[in-house]
């Protein structure tokens, strides 16, 4: 276990995780369709499920990228996950993507998380600059950037392209490690 509070803790992706993965991404699929079609595509089965932790795992450990299940206390079900993305070591910096299951919802779960893993950027892995690039109308995204103390930078036109939609102009939020 990475963190714990009393509501839930942050690991990172195992390939034990594979079922719940599956789980949550099935009971969430109308949510991750839209922003995270890949996340959803490679988790539809089981089977597909055990792959993609597989290669998750492998991709954490070789520092490519680094996914974090989000879980209750005491309990194996998937309920949020964490992305640090995008990675770029020569400028030390990385993008967040995450997602939370509906039941958890605005219980402050994922500006905990955002909050924790932005120090374990800086101080674990290296990074001097995190980014969130989030759809404006996603408010509480949006709601997580500013709490997480991420200060927008600037519109992203037509940033990103959902599937089967006109791309939409992205907003980016950039948080900078302090020296």
């Known amino acids: 276990m990475l963190f714990s509070t009393d509501l839930f803790e942050i690991n990172p992706v195992s390939q034990k995780d594979a079922w ?3 789980d949550f991404a099935v009971a969430n699929e109308d949510r991750l369709q839209r922003f995270f079609p890949l996340t959803l595509k490679q988790n539809l089965t089981p089977e597909l499920s055990h792959i993609f932790a597989s290669k998750k795992e492998k991709e ?3 520092k490519e990228e680094f996914l974090f299940t989000l879980k209750p206390k ?3 079900r998937v309920i949020g996950l964490v992305y640090i993305k995008e990675l770029d070591w020569t400028t030390k910096q990385g993008e967040f993507a995450y997602a939370i299951s509906y ?3 605005g219980k402050g779960i994922m500006t905990s998380s955002v909050t924790f ?3 374990y950027a800086f101080n674990e892995l290296g990074l001097k600059t995190l980014q969130i690039i989030v759809y ?3 408010l509480p995204s949006v709601t997580v950037a500013k709490k997480c103390n991420f200060s927008w930078v600037k519109t992203l036109e037509k940033g990103y392209t959902p599937p089967n939609e006109t791309p939409l102009d992205m907003e980016l939020y950039e948080l900078y490690k302090e020296n």
């Open 20 to 22: 719940s993965i599956c």
């Open 60 to 62: 954490y450990h070789n």
């Open 74 to 76: 005491d309990s194996k």
């Open 103 to 105: 039941d958890f919802e």
């Open 117 to 119: 893993l932005s120090d």
């Open 136 to 138: 404006k109308d996603n």
